[in-house]
């Protein structure tokens, strides 16, 4: 009998949270994200490698998230002003920076930048991989890669040691 006193009081207590659940007034539910335009900055003139990415990309995202993604160009001053801008809009998701090496290479190429890369972005994914090569003239020494490798390890003193320090593997 001390059993059913115990169990009958549990479960009305259960009954009760679960009437008062049901009863309560609902909050409102949460926003779905977005529901507003997205600006993209492309810190970068138009016709690039990086401006061309975000232009493809662009109608494909904006068709996913159902709202328009507009990719904006803010070029100049080693894109310097373009991840100001991203730096110093409201961390809401509704600016976005499409930034290549610049971004990675100007903290150590300016002694101040007015935004700091680790504290103010939040990097989301990696879009693209751009080959970048050396070229020579036509002029230059050797027809083959090898033979041009060659040319500017004898030539061009440096080369050697700028590869190694950078950390860049050679394909020929």
Excluded: C
């Excluded at 949460?30 to 970068?44: H, V």
């Excluded at 328009?68 to 920076?97: C, H, S, W």
């Excluded at 890369?117 to 002029?139: A, Q, Y």
Aim: no cysteine; glycine share 8%; net charge neutral.
């Amino acid at each position: 009998m001390k059993e059913v006193l115990i169990v009958k009081p549990l479960r009305l207590l259960a009954m009760g949270s679960i009437g008062a659940g049901v009863l309560a007034p609902n909050p409102a539910p949460a926003q779905e994200y977005p529901t507003k335009p997205i600006r993209w900055i492309i810190p970068y003139s138009p016709g690039g490698a990086t401006d061309i990415s975000a232009r493809i990309l662009s109608p494909h995202m904006s068709q996913t998230l159902g709202q328009q993604v507009i990719a904006e160009n803010r070029a100049g001053g080693a894109a310097i002003p373009g991840f100001d801008l991203v730096a110093k809009a409201p961390p809401d998701g509704y600016t976005m920076l499409l930034a290549n090496i610049a971004f990675g290479a100007n903290p150590s190429l300016f002694k101040k930048l007015p935004f700091d890369v680790h504290r103010d972005f939040t990097p989301v994914s990696k879009i693209t991989v751009v080959p970048m090569v050396v070229e020579l003239g036509n002029e230059t020494e050797g027809t083959t890669p090898e033979e041009a490798s060659a040319f500017l390890q004898k030539e061009w003193a440096l080369w050697p040691r700028i590869i190694k320090e950078a950390g860049i593997q050679v394909v020929n």
